[in-house]
């Protein structure tokens, strides 16, 4: 059966966003509505965490309609689930003819599906959770490449490495999967680290030598780990180095979002862990100041719509749609060619959303897209970079050796 749904939001005249006491900044949009879709996973009561991405864009829609809409316009949100590829492809086919902009997507597979949809200029494709690697003049998205993410964690990791104690280089191994994202994210890297890594390590499919990796580690006096890989090999590679003994400065997963869920569970205190990804906590005191009024509103309006606070996910595909509608909509031509124009003449130096990202395409990928470097402290992520975004009120701690961390009371209690 065919998973749909239909959203019409004509939210600053009438429904859910109208009902509501609207930040004193805030004026609703009227007029005749903008029509754009979206296809995301479906939000059900099983699938909490798939939904978040959904529900960003649900209430950033609102909070906009509620506050000007787009250029005065309210948004008319066309809304297709799609949990996977055959569902993509239907909700694709029911949007080709009818929006000029699909905003996406959640997960890879959609994402994959929306970026090869848009290429005969249909709609255009707003990416606001993936990267794009392979971008086309209809598709565009918010998040850095891989091989842009490679350049934005060398830039942490140079600024890493100035604050090692005098006298103390950096000396790092990168561990990176062989599989085109994270060997390109690997390159950057490397490329644009001012020291260059005593070890490169690609591996195939599973690390399997981590005990022989972790001795080598140790002998080789190399004080940061930067694994660019799946959870389980960072598991494995955790536990033998703690076996080996190999003490480091830093242990820093790039692309780790994922790898902030749990850790806990999985491998005990893990306090000193740096993650790197494109969604992550942000100082609210920095959102407010970024969106102004909007802020306040979309948080009014996600509280009360799914009665829980927004999750990072919500913040990013939220953060993707607001600079999308407020900095690169057209003023009034709202065909697919209107938003590519108005997109790649949009200029809003980072930081402007609520990860910290801004817009800028007119080389084509998001020149302004950003990263979020997160580290666990006292059981849970805080943000330590950059700076106009951090929560972690200490900043970055040191990385406790082996035998320190066994003196460190157990977290049983998971806070990701």
Not at 43 to 67: H, K, Q, T, W
Not at 376 to 388: E, H, L, T
Not at 396 to 409: D, M, S
């Amino acid at each position: 059966m065919k998973i749909f749904g239909l959203l019409m939001l004509f939210l600053a005249v009438f429904g859910f966003a109208a009902a509501q006491d609207a930040p004193a900044e805030c004026s609703p949009a009227a007029g005749a509505p903008v029509r754009i879709g979206a296809v995301f996973p479906p939000d059900s009561l099983f699938s909490v965490e798939a939904a978040d991405p959904y529900r960003g864009v649900i209430a950033m829609i609102e909070a906009l309609n509620a506050c000007g809409g787009v250029n005065g316009r309210p948004v008319e949100l066309v809304y297709h689930a799609a949990a996977n590829h055959n569902q993509a492809l239907a909700a694709v086919e029911a949007l080709r003819d009818d929006v000029p902009l699909v905003i996406g997507s959640g997960s890879p597979v959609i994402g994959d599906v929306l970026l090869e949809a848009a290429r005969d200029g249909a709609f255009v494709y707003g990416e606001v959770t993936e990267p794009l690697d392979t971008p086309h003049e209809y598709a565009f998205s918010l998040r850095p490449s891989s091989a842009a993410f490679g350049r934005l964690a060398a830039d942490f990791v140079n600024d890493f490495a100035a604050k090692l104690p005098e006298g103390e280089p950096l000396r790092t191994a990168v561990i990176y999967e062989n599989r085109p994202r994270a060997s390109a994210a690997a390159a950057e890297l490397i490329a644009a680290l001012d020291a260059t890594p005593l070890r490169a390590h690609p591996y195939n499919n599973t690390l399997t030598d981590t005990y022989d990796l972790a001795v080598q580690i140790r002998e080789m006096d190399i004080n940061t780990v930067i694994l660019i890989g799946f959870e389980d090999d960072g598991d494995r590679l955790w536990y033998d180095l703690r076996e080996a003994d190999a003490n480091l400065r830093a242990w820093i997963h790039i692309g780790g979002e994922a790898y902030r869920r749990s850790t806990c569970n999985r491998l005990g205190n893990t306090d000193g862990l740096i993650a790197i990804s494109a969604a992550g906590p942000a100082s609210e005191n920095y959102q407010r100041r970024a969106l102004g009024a909007l802020y306040d509103q979309y948080i009014q309006v996600y509280r009360q719509r799914f009665e829980r606070e927004p999750g990072e996910r919500a913040n990013q595909t939220a953060s993707g749609v607001y600079l999308l509608l407020r900095y690169a909509a057209p003023a009034d031509d709202f065909s697919a060619d209107g938003f590519r124009a108005a997109i790649l003449a949009a200029d809003a130096p980072a930081p402007a959303g609520l990860m910290g990202e801004g817009v800028s395409f007119a080389a084509g990928a998001n020149a302004e897209a950003a990263i979020i470097v997160t580290q666990r402290q006292n059981g849970q992520f805080c943000a330590v970079y950059p700076a106009a975004l951090a929560t972690c009120p200490d900043g970055l701690l040191p990385f406790p050796t082996w035998r320190e961390r066994a003196l460190i009371e157990e977290q049983t209690t998971c806070q990701d």
